[in-house]
């Protein structure tokens, strides 16, 4: 597995960053409100990647969401990613730029 994150959050002092890391059967990882998840499937095996909300996703809910195919996030997915394979509401999400413009103007 190969995880990616932005922080999108108005007030950070990272908003825009960008990290990345291989992920290990057993890693946990602690992801803060605001900030941006993706992950990579990895391998022959079936993959397991398991989310935790405080809430549960609806259509319109706040809240932000990049489209992990922006070149501007620089990242280097292990296999380059096929847009078929991705689906249309992550092809549709904005742009990083855009989102970090919204973020800043909230």
Same mark, same amino acid.
């Given at each position: 597995?190969?995880?990616?994150?932005?922080? #999108?959050?108005?007030?950070?002092?990272?908003?825009? %960053?960008?990290?990345?890391?291989?992920?290990?059967?057993?890693?946990? #990882?602690?992801?803060?409100? /605001? @900030?941006? !998840? /993706?992950?990579?499937? %990895?391998?022959? $095996?079936?993959?397991?990647? @398991?989310?935790?909300?405080?809430?549960?996703?609806?259509?319109?809910?706040? /809240?932000?969401?990049? !489209?992990?195919?922006?070149?501007? %996030?620089?990242?280097?997915?292990?296999?380059?990613?096929?847009?078929? %394979?991705?689906?249309?509401?992550?092809?549709?999400?904005?742009?990083?730029?855009?989102?970090?413009? $919204?973020?800043?103007?909230?």
């Amino acid at each position: 597995m190969f995880g990616a994150w932005v922080d #999108v959050r108005p007030d950070s002092p990272s908003i825009g %960053l960008v990290v990345t890391r291989p992920l290990a059967r057993g890693d946990v #990882v602690v992801v803060p409100s /605001g @900030v941006c !998840n /993706g992950f990579q499937s %990895l391998g022959d $095996r079936p993959s397991q990647y @398991v989310y935790c909300f405080d809430a549960e996703w609806a259509p319109a809910m706040p /809240g932000a969401a990049v !489209n992990p195919l922006d070149p501007e %996030l620089g990242i280097r997915w292990p296999v380059p990613p096929d847009p078929s %394979l991705v689906s249309v509401k992550d092809r549709s999400l904005p742009s990083l730029q855009t989102v970090l413009h $919204r973020a800043r103007a909230s």
